[in-house]
């Protein structure tokens, strides 16, 4: 372990100081970032040359960012365990057996997914809930099924006090799956968010519907295009955290980004981007995540020790790691207008086409870029979306429009989007606010869902302007919730103080209504 | 076969059932006091007072080589401020386009997969029997569905061959009594009645759009007439009906301060129909 400067140390004092007088914090919240910066102290990993003048930037120049995971990886970043096994053989390390009856499956859950890490402490992945649960459902009347599963949502809600946490339901409809929904709607919580795998020949319109009557109220689910993950996945995979693709029972080491925008300031020209600035950046990325992956399995322990790991319930080689990006609006405009050519990201054929050689540059890069510990996806990365953080002042997510400049008609954004998703086998997806009068009309939504996945689509969100529990990037705040945070007091979420963030840099709350 | 279409929505919502383009076409027979979007209700005299008007300069009168008075529109320019419909001595709009039904399903095909079918609606859209069977034929072929919105001021019957390519068909009922129907829109409505019984009986009947302006008529009874008319053809085909509070947007300013039914009416008014065993009744 390196030596740092006693004037970081103490630097750091204050900041942990400041985090315990905190009044907007929880106590769960100051724990954790006292944590964190505990963690960001040591000095493990062997890093990349150039990395520092890449990564320690604030954010108008900053090109890689690796999104809070510290200094010290002690675990991989997203785990998604395998539930089924742990309900179907029980669990030795919590000595737990296997459930009976609905009352002893959703209690097991609820003490596991106490003993899930992530990189924000809480499980990111909660379940494929409607298959987890369909065989315990008539072990009680329906009544008391649906009682049960509401507490059981209750609970997570109240306890996952972050809304990075993600069930999933379909594609099958399945009578846990409605109560769900139906509970889901009543509730109107922020956590768990959902995702429902939708794929015409085996998602039927009822089931369909009323996940869409349940996203108006509740802005979840959000829609995944199962075939096309099934396709680069297989059948075991997950929706997790925002809208990550992920293998069963494994997960992902590590997620950084690149901030294409600030990338293409550096370049000089298109060219410059394309040959040098962008592959330069991408190389130094890599292998900044292949240190933290090597950590991770070879030094963290994590994989000998975690009782997931010893137990089988999740699996060493079914880890993989997300290259995610942002902005490739924000390059595609830079890089325009230091060329002098008119157009912008989202308006105009030029703009696409170069947005298109971009992300075909990256996915080479990617395709070809070695890692030993990433099997499960070929020893390559998965590329990733990624959806911004509150900090983010002009960085717009992913490959998305900028808010403010999405294009009059709702058919030339889907067309615009329709070349991107394929990227991103570990996530990407948009989101779209709609008018209250779809609520008359929820086949509309349906009718968009099922074009848009005919057209490679991957994922998509829709919320009711007017709901309180909305969708900020890729997760859930209730804006009562925020309202609270902006008057300084204490919220049960820390997502909630994200969305804040999000709301104030991102203008989340300012996107066009469909 | 040409029509002037005043405007192509290319996602709707509110045009029928699921996603739909929606086809507006210019020129209406009736005129109801409370006309939402009065600028489609006439054809362009080319007189050009929208021209001068026009804050962006999107409008310009020029002579054709033939001789003829043309008013184009630079859409472009457009930052759809609505001034020229505004001032429009004539209830038309300059933005119109003249159109045969190859062109506009051309606009129609950019929008599939994503929608389930078309609506046309205007204006009054029965004027334009012939080019709306042509435009269904091409929608047909294409596996979308056809919808019609009109007022129902033209007589269905006379149209076995646009029935033929007509899935559906959504008709206002903008009062039941002749007397109001006539002071609201300035014609009578035996034919409407006739069309909802005969579009009901045929099992075309989709939707009954019913407006509902207290200062004009009584809705109440106007309501409970339809339902007793229509109930008898609801068992077998569910008839929705949309019971559409009256709103100012777009209104003439003349009939601008018509007062706006509040909800608990409007709530009497689907009660009546659930009474009926209606069981679509949406209010918007």
Redesign the interface.
Known sequence: MRDISMERVNNTRQDILDIIKSSELTHEQKVVNMANQADSLLEVLDLPDGLDELLNQPIDTQCICDLFEGHAPLRPRYIVPDYAKFLKEGCKFLRLDPPKDLYEALNHLLIFYKHVPSVTNYPVYVGQLDELLEPFIDTVDEGTAKKLIKMFMLHMDRTILDSFSHGDIGPMPTKAGRIILEVESELQDAVPNITMKYDPELSTDEFTLKAIDCALKTAKPSFANHRMFVNELTENYVIASCYNGLPYGGGSYTLCRLILGNIAKRAENIKDFKENQLPYVMDIMARYMDERIRFEVEESGFFDNNFLAREGFIHRDRFTAMFGLVGLADAVNILLEKEGIEGRFGHSQVAEKLGVEIMDIINDFNNNHYNKYCEITGNHFLLHAQVGIAQDVNVTPGTRIPIGEEPE???DH?LVLSKFHKYFPSGTGDIFP??I??H??P??????I???F??DLRYLSFYSSDSDTIRVTGYLVKKSELEKLAKSEAVIHDTSALGLGASRNGHILERKV? | MEVVVNKIIPFSSVDGPGNRTAIFLQGCNINCKYCHNPETRGMCQKCGVCVDKCPQNALEKRITATGEIEIVFKKELCVGCDTCIHVCPHDSSPRTSVMDEKMVFDEVKKQMPFIRGITVSGGECMLQPDFMTELFKLAKEANLSTMIDSNGTIDFSEKPELLAVTDSVMLDIKAFDCNDHHRITGANNDIVIKNAVFLAETGKLFEVRIVVVPDLYDAEQSVNDIANLLAPYNAQNNIRIKLISYRPMGVREEYKNLKVPDAKYMQKLSQILYNQGFSDVLVV
């Open positions: 008609e709702l058919i889907l709609v008018d009068t779809v008359k009309n086949e509309f939504i349906l009718d968009i099922k074009g848009a005919a057209k469909r």
